[in-house]
Nanobody
Framework: VQLQASGGGLVQAGGSLRVSCAASGGTFRNIIMGWFRQVPGKDREFIAAIRGNADITYYADFVKGRFTIFRDKAKNSVYLEISNLKSEDTAVYYC????????????WGQGTQVTVSS
């Protein structure tokens, strides 16, 4: 599975942004897609995931309704919508995928930078 993340950019605090992840080389049926983010000097942080065959979603506790993960089956893509952006959301956002029987994410996209200006 190859993943291509896009959609990052410079956004003002309080605004919204959607980052995208296009998958190729596989299907969603038995794949769990996730979004992570990383700030320099800190560990990569889980944000959300969606199970490919059932549209079941999972979110980190800090999300508090500002992040929404969803997918477009026809485009083989997964999206992360972020609302009410805060400066602490500034990070490189990564999409990742793992097979349902795997304990860790096996496939990673290259990351897309999101910068929130105050």
């Amino acid at each position: 599975v190859q993943l291509q993340a896009s959609g990052g950019g410079l956004v003002q605090a309080g605004g919204s942004l959607r980052v995208s992840c296009a998958a190729s080389g596989g299907t969603f049926r038995n794949i769990i897609m996730g979004w992570f983010r990383q700030v320099p000097g800190k560990d990569r942080e889980f944000i959300a995931a969606i199970r490919g065959n059932a549209d079941i979603t999972y979110y980190a506790d800090f999300v508090k309704g500002r992040f929404t993960i969803f997918r477009d089956k026809a485009k083989n893509s997964v999206y992360l919508e972020i609302s009410n952006l805060k400066s602490e959301d500034t990070a490189v956002y990564y999409c990742a995928a793992r097979r349902s029987g795997s304990v860790s994410y096996e496939f990673w996209g290259q990351g897309t930078q999101v910068t929130v200006s105050s």
